[in-house]
């Protein structure tokens, strides 16, 4: 895929974009899920969880170790160490299938464990991590396909992050007007429209991995919300998570 030259130097701009970004999608992740695992055993777990297992923490592990690993290459990439970028990006290629399998065996069992956000039924729910399985594979896969054309490779790499986001701020108390699908789906997308933004100022036009991965993610998310509460997903839903039972 062929890259977009710049109008305008903007090597400050793309550094100090995608490592805040980042950051910021990091301490959101750590908020959402404060009360029910980073923090459970000082707050208190909702009422109703669960106690964590074995499959939950290797979840954790993986996914925050995720998390903590996107950071850390905005970083490297910002201290223009590529070949530390470039290095620890491999841990990507082993993790991505692990992650893969612990995801969907993880979002079936949620559904016992009630683990989701507060007033989404948990077979309404499921829809939401079990649909982003495939959306984050493709993302993810097409951006280190990608690595050697850095603006393609960063940018479905952070539209893929903003799927990571729907279960942290789904679990944050926030008012009435939003939860549901709004904390789930379009609080995560202001990502992709400040994405979109940042293209327009500094390339002169939103770039077309942000065309293409935007349309990918917004397009599954409005699948889920048309899908989650027909008898047809419900019906899969229980048979699926009977499965782990």
């Known amino acids: 895929m062929a890259t977009l030259a710049p109008r305008r130097p903007a090597a400050l701009a793309d550094r100090w974009f995608f490592t805040s970004t980042a950051l910021l999608m ?111 594979a493709l993302l993810i896969g097409g951006a280190l396909a990608n690595r050697r054309t850095p603006l393609t490779h960063k940018r479905l790499m952070f539209i893929a992050m903003i799927g990571m986001m729907s279960p942290a701020i789904g679990r944050m108390p926030l008012p009435p007007p939003f939860v549901g699908p709004v904390a789930i789906f379009a609080l995560p997308d202001l990502f992709l429209l400040a994405l979109m933004l940042f293209d327009l100022m ?24 048309l899908i989650w509460e027909t008898e047809g997903w419900l019906a899969f839903a229980r048979w699926a998570s009977g499965l782990v039972a």
């Open 202 to 225: 500094t390339l002169g036009r939103v770039h077309r991995a942000t065309v293409w991965g935007g349309l990918l993610l917004v397009g599954s998310q409005i699948l889920r919300v």
């Open 26 to 136: 990091l301490v959101l992740v750590f908020i959402g899920f404060a009360p029910s695992y980073y923090l459970s055993g000082i707050m208190g777990p909702p009422p109703g969880l669960k106690p964590a297992t074995t499959l939950v923490h290797v979840h954790a592990f993986l996914f925050s170790g995720w998390m903590l690993l996107f950071v850390l290459q905005t970083q490297l990439v910002a201290w223009r160490r590529t070949d530390l970028h470039r290095a620890l990006g491999t841990i990507g290629f082993v993790m991505l299938p692990a992650m893969i399998v612990i995801a969907t065996v993880s979002a079936l069992y949620g559904v016992h464990r009630e683990s989701g956000p507060p007033m989404i039924p948990p077979l309404t729910f499921l829809a939401v991590p079990l649909l982003d399985i495939p959306v984050f």
